[in-house]
Every structure is written in structure tokens, then in C-alpha cells.
């Protein structure tokens, strides 16, 4: 028993060693030099890979209102009220000016306070590096109830979803959309045929000199008839 | 004690040790040297709740795109009422099964699109998502 006892313990040691030999030593085979340039070559594509992919990620599109600018940098204030840096680059940054379908291109230097503008680049925190600049109409899009229709001044009054009280101008030229409460078919009305108590959804103008708070112009209405949902 | 089984017992017992450490060496190898938390399954039942939830999974906020018509994906309500309204236009649509996809023209700049789904049930709760969708001529 005392011979077992002992080659038990020398069997631990030398299986011990054993595997730790096992590992291979990296001066144990020489690499050839093309295996080396093939994943040189393989490292550097996925890190070229990596960086595009990291370039994109940080990609972004941010917009706002012009709050201050301060040399090559703009201060813009995004529709939840958080301050963004804008970076312009002399050589790489370039403006330009929506109207409708079409750009057009314009000076850095022509952004003024006030103005609503969209912001590519890369973004690091709460700076965006512009790659180009766009300046842009603001817009409010949401729905309500309709309060009051007032046929003098062609005015609505809404209840937003948020509980805001709005005050909506129906200009000659906003666009009034009835929905048909059986087909869902799409008219055009006058301003008669929207009744106290109809569902509205709005496009709204924001200037930025709105002398009533709360108060914009319409760029398009769609009316749901209240009689759509009795109906239901 | 016999001298074979003596012999017998010595190579049994030597095996078995050997092919332990082996494994051990092998298992320790394998293991990352950090351990990460598992992430928590999301279990997501299919029950009334759910059906009635309005749910956008396309397009993503805030995403720039430079395709002048995109399709927004989601769920919504069977046969509830859904408009997606943006400065542009709007789409009137009545989904008649869960899931809805509607092909939507974006205009030149930001778009602000609007989505609202009234069930078809009066007493349940109208639903609203906002989402802005950038479509600019870059790349």
C-alpha cells in the first residue's frame, strides 16, 4: 500500500507537467511570411471594416433652432429643449437651403439666430461636426379635438393630445381633408363643414415670431367626423 | 495483494487522474477570462394588451434616409384606425390583421411623421408615436 501511495502522488506531479507541456510554444514552429502578410492583410480589413462601421454609428442627424453663434460654432436648441454644439469646418462643412423638392446651396455664414436647421456629422456627446448644414421650416404635427370653429376669422380652437390649448389659422391656401366616415375616402371642404366636437390633425407653421402663444398657421388639416366614432 | 491487481488498481487510478486534469486544463481554457451577464430573456406575451399596442418598428427615430419613399412598419390594432400624417401627407388606413407596412413619400429635409391608431373600440385608448425621419440627398 505504502508503494501505491507513492506512485499515486509521483502519477499527480508527472500528469501535472504533462499538460501544462502540452501547450504549444510559439518559437515551437516557425510562421511562414505569407501566413503573417495574409493576416496582417485580414486585420487591417476588419479594422478598416470597424472604423466605417464606427463612422456610421456615430453619423447622426440633429435639428433645432439657431439659439446663439459663437465663431464657427452654433448653439441649437432640439424640440425637447436640449442645447446642441454645431462644429463648422471652413473646408468641409457645407449649407444649404431647402424651399419645397429643392436645395440650394448657400454660405455657413448665412445661418442666422432664429433659423431651424438640420445638422449631419458625426456626434460626440451633445457636439455634431457638420458635414453639412440644412436650413429648414419648422412644423408642429399632431391631433385634437376641435373646441370652437369660428367661421368669422377662420379660426379653430383645439385641445392637442398633450392637453394644449391652440389656436389654429385656416389660411386660402391650408389644405382641408374630410375623411369619409364609411369609406375613409379623402375630400376637400370648406371651412363650414368642420363642426365643434370633430377630430383634427394638423400640420402647423412654426415661424419662431408667433405674436399669440399658441397660436400658428395651418398647412393641412384632415377632419375625422365625431360620427366615425358614434359609428363604432 | 496481489501484484497485478496492485498494477491494476495503479494504471485505473492513473487514468482516471490524467484524463480529470486533462478535462479541467480543457474547461479553464474554454472559459472567458471575464464573466458576462447573461442578458434576461425578454418574454413578450401575445395577449389582449399587446394586440392593442402601437408599435413602430420602421422607420427607426431619427434615422437619415435617402430614399423618397420609405414604408413604416409595425403593429397595431385589427381593423382600428390608423393615420400617418407628416408636413408632406398622410395615410388613412385600416389594418385587417396585426401588422401593418404603408409605402409613405417623405419630403426633402425633416419629416415629422405622426402616428395615431384609434382602436376600433370607442372605450379603449387612442395611441401616438412621433417619429423624425431625415430624408436628405447625402450620403
Known amino acids: 500500500m505504502k508503494y501505491f501511495t507513492y506512485s499515486l502522488i509521483a502519477l499527480t506531479i508527472i500528469a501535472q507537467s504533462g499538460v501544462h507541456a502540452q501547450s504549444p510554444s510559439p518559437s515551437a514552429s516557425p510562421v511562414p511570411t ?192 365625431q360620427e366615425y366614432f358614434v359609428a363604432q | 495483494m496481489k501484484k497485478e491487481v496492485g498494477l491494476a488498481i495503479f494504471f485505473g487510478v492513473g487514468l482516471g487522474l490524467f484524463v480529470a486534469f486533462l478535462m479541467v486544463f480543457q474547461i479553464r481554457k474554454i472559459q472567458p477570462t471575464e464573466t458576462t451577464a447573461s442578458p434576461t430573456p425578454m418574454l413578450r406575451v401575445k395577449d389582449e394588451s399587446t394586440v392593442s399596442t402601437l408599435q413602430v418598428d420602421e422607420p427607426k427615430p431619427d434615422s437619415i434616409t435617402s430614399s423618397k419613399t420609405i414604408t413604416v412598419k409595425g403593429t397595431a390594432e385589427k381593423n382600428s384606425l390608423l393615420i400617418i400624417q407628416s408636413p408632406l401627407t398622410e395615410s388613412i388606413v385600416k389594418p385587417t390583421k396585426e401588422s401593418f407596412s404603408v409605402p409613405f413619400d417623405l419630403a426633402l429635409g425633416e419629416n415629422i411623421l405622426h402616428i395615431t391608431m384609434y382602436p376600433s373600440t ?18
Open chain 1, 34 to 225: 505569407n501566413v503573417v502578410t495574409r493576416e496582417v492583410q485580414n486585420l487591417k480589413d476588419k479594422l478598416a471594416t470597424k472604423v466605417a462601421e464606427l463612422r456610421k454609428l456615430n453619423h447622426k442627424a440633429v435639428s433645432g433652432v439657431v439659439a446663439s453663434i459663437s465663431g464657427k460654432t452654433i448653439t441649437l436648441t432640439d424640440s425637447s429643449g436640449k442645447s446642441l454644439q454645431v462644429k463648422i469646418d471652413d473646408v468641409l462643412t457645407k449649407a444649404f437651403s431647402i424651399s419645397g423638392t429643392t436645395k440650394k446651396e448657400v454660405k455657413p455664414d448665412t445661418i442666422e439666430k432664429g433659423d431651424y436647421i438640420i445638422t449631419t456629422g458625426p456626434m460626440v456627446e451633445n457636439t455634431v461636426t457638420a458635414n453639412t448644414i440644412y436650413i429648414d421650416e419648422q412644423y408642429i404635427v399632431g391631433s385634437g379635438k376641435i373646441t370652437e370653429a369660428n367661421a368669422t376669422d377662420f379660426t379653430l380652437s383645439v385641445m392637442s393630445e398633450d392637453n394644449e390649448k391652440l389656436t389654429i389659422d385656416i389660411e386660402n391656401n391650408t389644405k382641408r381633408l374630410l375623411v369619409d366616415s364609411k369609406t375613409l375616402a379623402k375630400e376637400t371642404i370648406g371651412f363650414t363643414k368642420i363642426k365643434v366636437g370633430d377630430t383634427v390633425h394638423y400640420v402647423l407653421k412654426k415661424t419662431g415670431t408667433e405674436k399669440i402663444k399658441g397660436r400658428y398657421s395651418a398647412v393641412r388639416i384632415v377632419i375625422i367626423p
Open chain 2, 122 to 139: 370607442s372605450s379603449a385608448r387612442i395611441q401616438q408615436k412621433t417619429i423624425k425621419v431625415y430624408y436628405l440627398d447625402e450620403q
